[in-house]
């Protein structure tokens, strides 16, 4: 076969002169670079900066007036960080549902060292927590989520209420 | 290496030991006696059919907007005529579109159909105290697409507003207009707003639970307690109770009972 080039349609006797070139490389490596740039051009308003981490406030005026013994929430707390979005929706369902197939209506939330408290966001948790934008907005804007609880569970009204 | 049947039985005896040991086997044995539990509430009022009396010759015009304005005011109900923000002030012909009522009066021939030819004269002129029947039949519980409302054991027909998807599919349903839709974000014109109540949001649909959260803690409905006796309140089920003593002394009527709802407000006229 030697130097004679071969493909389908017969024997050459010389190997065709194609010029190798990389054709539209402009356009190719451009459209790969405006990519990219779009791709991580979302991630450059935050470069090279550090983001607080979340500081919960914990001084609402309930908090204040209890005890120091007392101040403990109704589940321990690295446990109430981890979980309490699952406990929130276990108190929806046993407070507003449970009287649907027979179950007593459930509305009394016992803690695991006997504590008892009213299951209920707006009564319970929001009365300690009064303060939303220093703590529940403190992690829930650092995570980057956005819980709807607040349509209706925050009552901006609260304290003027309080004060009739 | 292989395995004969005695060394498996054996390992798998030991991890079915070693998995009942720990929270496991506690959650197995004892249930509910390692994590917090959830109860009754101890005061809670509790009945097997919930019903409300409407005695209408004692209940004049100024108890029933008594009434109206306790069972707004303790359910943050807003009223769109008058908002917190006067820029947030409506057209009235807008505001009685956006209405939201849990409980409103109305005239013998907007609130009942049958013929009252062969009741007193002056039936036509009361002001009747309206509100959700909670029916032993209810229509909207039937038709509601994502069972937001459902009929509880004691007979109240109850929403669940985190499921509602505001379809007004109920509203359709329900032959009394007993539901309302929020067209709008309520919470500007609801009027210092009640604490230990949530508000709505916009997009749902809200109606009378005939106080269920203060049955829970042992209260009567706000509006049975503004009446000064002219509403009462109480378990059809139960024969010594007043609303049963009540309906046997005196002749009353529903709404619309030729619709086979079964409606439980019943009106001493």
Redesign the interface.
Known sequence: MDDKYKNEFGVFAERPKVEKKFYGGKYIFGGLVIFLILIFLPLAPNLGKTVPSPQRQLDTPVIQKMAEKDRQC??PTEWMRANHMQMLV???E?V??S????A?????????DGRKF??S???TCLDCHSNKDKFCDQCHNYVAVAP?CF???L????K???A? | MGMDRREFIRISGLAALLGLSGKGAFELLRPGQ?????????K?L?GKRWAMVVNMPKLDEATAQKCIEACHRVHNVPDFNSPNDPKDKLDPEIAHRYEVKWLWTEHYHNAFTEDASTLPEKVQHFAFLLLCNHCDNPPCVRVCPTKAT?????G?V?M???RCIGCRFCMAGCPFGARSFNWKDP?PY?K??????????IGVVEKCTFC?ER??QGLMPACVEASGGAMIFGDLSDEKSKVRETLKKYFTIRRKVHLGTNPQVYYIV
């Open positions: 109704v589940m276990d108190w929806r046993s507003v549902r009287d649907e197939k027979g007593p209506n459930v509305r009394e939330f016992v803690a695991p009213l299951a966001l707006t009564n709807n349509g209706c569970h009552q901006e009204g609260k003027l209420a309080e009739k | 390692v994590e917090a539990a959830l109860g009754a509430e101890p809670a509790s459902f009929r509880r054991d004691d109240i109850n669940d507003m985190h919470r609801v210092g707003t009640y604490p230990g109540y949530p508000t709505r949001e269920a049955l829970a």
